[in-house]
C-alpha cells in the first residue's frame, strides 16, 4: 500500500466539503477496447495491478467508511454509481451480492442512497434488468451515436463494432418494464460526425437524457483533428452545430452539458465536475480500497490518480481534505492567470482537469479546449438573452430562481457587448 506523503494531507475541518457522488470501480476489466478509453489505452497501466472485481470485503469496507463519513457531515443522502472497466462484467449474482452488503452497512443509518451504474450495455440481459429494477438502480449507456459513428472507436480486442449488439440490448431496455431505470447516454465526440445525426439517432430512443464528452486528451496529446492547444477545433463546431439542432427540438431533451451552462448563467450550482466553479464532492474507490479523486486523470500520465488512500487504512475524511482533492474545490484561485481574468470563468471553470494537464505545466493551463469552451458557452448565453427579451419570459424565470437578467449581461463584465475573443493566453504567449 501506498503511504501518504506528509505534506499531501491537510487536518480535517469544520471546511471540510463531504462527498455526495462515491464511484465504486466494480470490475476493473473491460469487454470492450475503445480506442480512446483512459483506463486502458492512454497514459496509465494501473489496471493491470487491480483485481479484476471488487470482492465484498472491500465493498463492505468502502460502504462502512461511507456510512461513517456521511454521518459525522449530517449528510442525509448520497450516490453511489458502480462503474469500470465495465461493470455488468460482475454479473447478476455479483451486483446483487455488492448491493445487499451495501445495505446492510447503512441500515438503520437514515441516509437515502441512491444508486446507478454506466455501462456499455453489452452484458444486459433480463435477470440483470429485473434486479436493477427491483432495485431501483439507474442505467446510464455509453454509446457515441448511430452505428457507423460508434463502431469507429467503441471495438472489441479484435477491431470489430459493437452496435447490433447494443442496438438489441437497448431494445430489452427502452421496453415498457425497463424503461424506468433508464438514465440516458453518455458519448464522446467523434468531430468528423455530423452533430444532429448524432442527437437525432439517441432521441430516436427516447433517453431522459444524454451528454457530450470530449476526449481525455491535453496539451500534449492533443485531441485528434486539434492542430494547436486552446485554439478553435472541429470540437468547438461541433458543441456548435449540436447546440443549434438542440434548439430545434421538440419535444425539449436534456443534454446535461448545455443544461448546466444555462444553469451556470443563471447563477445555479454546477451539477457536472467539468463546469463551473462549484466544489467537487465526487469521490473514487478502485476495486482493490485505493481511493482516487479523479478517475480519468488516468489520461494525462501513470499513477495521475493515486492519492495514497485505501479505504482499509484511511477514512474519507482523510480524502476530502488531500491537497489534490482540495485542488477542486477553491473554484477561481486555484485556476491559471488567463482563466481567472476570462469573463466566463464562473461557467467553464477552467474546463475538466484532465484537460489541463500539461508536463511543463501541470494543472496551471487553461482548457486544452479553450476556444470551443469559450465559443460555445458565449452562444448559449447570447441565446438566453434572446429568450430573456420576453418580459414574461423574464419576470417567470425571476420568480422561480431569483434571477435577474442583468447577472447574465454581467458575465461579460469588461463590456457589455458579447465578445468575440478570449483573453490573450498568459500560458501560450501569442495565442488569443
Ligand atoms: S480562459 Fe478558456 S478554459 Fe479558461 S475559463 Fe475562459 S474559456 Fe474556460
Not at 174 to 189: A, C, D, E, K, N
Not at 404 to 428: K, V, W, Y
Request: aromatic share 8%; glycine share 6%; hydrophobic share 40%.
Amino acid at each position: 500500500m501506498l503511504a501518504v506523503p506528509a505534506d499531501s494531507v491537510l487536518a480535517a475541518s469544520s471546511k471540510t466539503i463531504p462527498f455526495h457522488t462515491f464511484l465504486w470501480k466494480i470490475a476493473s476489466r473491460c469487454n470492450l477496447n475503445c480506442s480512446y478509453c483512459y483506463v486502458y489505452n492512454l497514459a496509465d497501466s494501473e489496471w493491470r495491478r487491480q483485481p479484476p472485481f471488487m470482492d465484498l470485503a472491500t465493498a463492505r469496507q468502502a460502504a462502512v467508511r461511507m456510512r461513517e463519513h456521511l454521518v459525522v457531515h449530517n449528510k442525509t443522502s448520497a450516490s453511489i454509481i458502480f462503474h469500470g472497466g465495465e461493470p455488468l462484467l460482475a454479473g447478476r449474482d455479483g451486483i446483487e451480492a455488492l448491493l445487499d452488503t451495501i445495505g446492510d452497512a447503512f441500515r438503520g443509518s437514515g441516509i437515502e442512497l441512491s444508486f446507478g451504474i454506466q455501462t456499455n450495455l453489452l452484458l444486459f440481459d433480463v435477470p440483470i434488468a429485473e434486479l436493477l429494477r427491483d432495485r431501483n438502480v439507474a442505467l446510464g449507456v455509453s454509446i457515441d451515436g448511430p452505428p457507423a459513428v460508434n463502431d469507429a472507436l467503441r471495438v472489441d480486442r479484435a477491431g470489430r463494432g459493437s452496435s447490433r449488439e447494443l442496438e438489441e440490448k437497448l431494445a430489452l431496455l427502452t421496453s415498457q418494464r425497463y424503461r424506468p431505470i433508464f438514465s440516458g447516454f453518455l458519448s464522446v465526440i467523434q468531430p468528423r460526425s455530423d452533430a444532429a445525426a448524432v442527437i437525432d439517432y439517441l432521441a430516436s430512443f427516447r433517453p431522459p437524457s444524454m451528454d457530450f464528452l470530449l476526449p481525455l486528451d491535453n496539451h500534449d496529446r492533443l485531441p485528434p483533428g486539434m492542430s494547436a492547444a486552446c485554439g478553435p477545433s472541429p470540437y468547438g463546431r461541433w458543441l456548435l452545430r449540436a447546440f443549434e439542432h438542440w434548439l430545434t427540438l421538440r419535444p425539449p431533451i436534456v443534454v446535461r452539458t448545455f443544461n448546466t451552462i444555462v444553469a451556470l448563467l443563471c447563477g445555479a450550482p454546477s451539477q457536472v465536475e467539468h463546469l463551473g466553479l462549484t466544489p467537487v464532492d465526487l469521490v473514487v474507490i478502485e476495486t482493490n480500497g485505493e481511493i482516487e479523486g479523479v478517475d480519468s486523470l488516468k489520461g494525462a500520465f501513470p499513477g495521475a490518480t493515486q492519492l495514497g488512500l485505501n479505504v482499509f487504512s484511511h477514512d474519507f475524511d482523510q480524502a476530502a481534505v488531500h491537497t489534490e482533492v482540495l485542488k477542486r474545490q477553491h473554484g477561481r484561485q486555484d485556476l491559471c492567470n488567463t482563466c481567472r481574468s476570462c469573463d466566463v470563468v464562473e461557467v467553464c471553470g477552467a474546463g475538466y482537469l484532465p484537460h489541463r494537464f500539461s508536463t511543463a505545466r501541470k494543472f496551471d493551463n487553461p482548457s486544452v479546449y479553450c476556444a470551443d469552451l469559450y465559443a460555445l458557452i458565449h452562444r448559449i448565453r447570447e441565446a438566453l438573452i434572446a429568450e430573456l427579451q420576453s418580459t414574461s419570459v423574464q419576470s417567470a424565470v425571476r420568480r422561480v430562481i431569483g434571477f435577474s437578467r442583468q447577472r447574465i449581461f454581467n458575465l461579460g463584465r469588461h463590456d457589455r457587448r458579447p465578445r468575440t475573443n478570449r483573453p490573450a493566453c498568459a500560458e501560450h504567449p501569442g495565442r488569443a
